[in-house]
Nanobody, 129 residues
Framework: QVRLVESGGGLVQAGGSLRLSCAASGRTVSSKTMGWFRQAPGKEREFVAGISWSGRTTNYADSVKGRFTISRDNAKNAVFLQINSLKPEDTAVYYC??????????????????????WGQGTQVTVSS
């Protein structure tokens, strides 16, 4: 039911920054846990960051802590991922996802792919050396 569209990816030099956006439509995501995942060439999809419906709770993968910041604007039905100090190993397709289950109401931010039911098409982030 929820449609998600990512944007903001591109080609950037190592050490640079990007801000990814996720626009939701079809229904509000203001009561949903939202997450960012990524999939690099030859690797499985992995959790990057998540945020509770209220924004009061966030979770990050260890590899991105201190560099990535997830945020949301429920009035705009949008989620963002600020990426700083980019590394070549950050190169991947980045996906926005929504947890459509009742888990979201508790404020719990899952890192498990299976807990997210709605996905965007992905946006490519390429980091050059």
């Amino acid at each position: 039911q929820v449609r998600l569209v990512e944007s903001g990816g591109g080609l950037v030099q190592a050490g640079g920054s990007l801000r990814l956006s996720c626009a939701a439509s079809g229904r509000t995501v203001s009561s949903k846990t939202m997450g960012w995942f990524r999939q690099a060439p030859g690797k499985e999809r992995e959790f990057v960051a998540g945020i509770s419906w209220s924004g009061r709770t966030t979770n990050y993968a260890d590899s991105v802590k201190g560099r990535f910041t997830i945020s949301r604007d429920n009035a705009k039905n949008a989620v963002f991922l600020q990426i700083n100090s980019l590394k070549p190993e950050d190169t991947a397709v980045y996906y926005c996802a929504a947890d459509n289950t009742l888990r979201s109401y508790s404020g719990y931010v899952s890192k498990r792919i299976g807990d997210y039911g709605s996905w965007g098409q992905g946006t490519q982030v390429t980091v050059s050396s």
